[in-house]
């Protein structure tokens, strides 16, 4: 079943370590069909040389795994809790990229400091708090999709307008309408953690660039009165 969807979340999987955001099986990535009311996901552990589309596992949106030979990832919690809550997302994407996971173990969001990061992110890119002892014991990784959902409610910022979030001390999950879109702004997103570091090795005091400049780049991408790009016919 879902053949289609089992070969678009192998082929994102597969940018992954083409675009050196994993290592070894340091990542996965996902897609949901929501009128069928399943998540395809990688399956756990596997090393990305022996994967194949056959291998994508079918979960259905209430964790319950539906087909595959393999276990669904161990992330696969944390996915559902964010397809649940936000119909509007189609693809995760969760890996342990350098640059981003420093930001994640200090703690930090990333600052928004200029245009590229604008073109993408309206703001910076928020670190979520720690887990509790109780809610890692309880249920770690359903808990962690929790925590996201809580800090983009808590801080009002619009998760479609911010598409990634940084785990403290674990790492980076960005999402997108669907799994290409996901793995391409966890691509981003490793670049601006990068910049952003780059930027205030550079110079320390340096402050977030005005508002003006982030809204007119944002929304000159997104939104009704975008204009970057071409039309398409």
Wanted: proline letters at 6%; a negative charge.
């Amino acid at each position: 079943m879902l053949e289609e969807l089992k070969q678009q979340v192998y082929e994102a999987n597969m940018e992954l370590p083409r675009r050196g955001l994993i290592t070894y099986t340091w990542g996965n990535v996902s897609a949901v069909d929501r009128a069928a009311g399943c998540m395809v996901i990688k399956p756990s552990g596997v090393d990305y040389e022996e994967l194949s589309p056959e291998d994508m596992v079918v979960v259905n949106l209430d964790g319950e795994q539906v087909e595959g030979r393999y276990r669904p990832s161990s992330d696969t919690a944390t996915h559902l809790e964010l397809y649940r809550a936000y119909d509007k997302i189609g693809g995760i994407v969760h890996t342990h990229s350098p640059e981003a996971v420093a930001w994640a173990q200090a703690g930090r969001d990333i600052p928004l400091y200029g245009t590229t990061h604008a073109d993408y992110f309206l703001g910076e890119i928020p670190c979520a708090r720690n887990l509790t002892p109780q809610e890692i014991q309880d249920a770690y990784e359903k808990n962690t999709g929790a925590v996201i959902i809580e800090t983009f409610r808590t801080r009002g910022i619009n998760p479609m307008y911010t598409p990634a979030v940084l785990c403290k001390n674990h790492g980076p999950f960005a999402w997108g309408k669907d799994a290409a879109e996901a793995v391409h702004n966890a691509v981003v997103l490793e670049e601006v953690a990068k910049m952003a570091r780059l930027t205030e090795a550079i110079a320390p005091n340096v402050k977030p660039a005005p508002d003006s400049i982030k809204e007119k780049h944002f929304y000159r991408k997104h939104g009704e009165n975008a204009y970057y790009g071409q039309e398409v016919k």
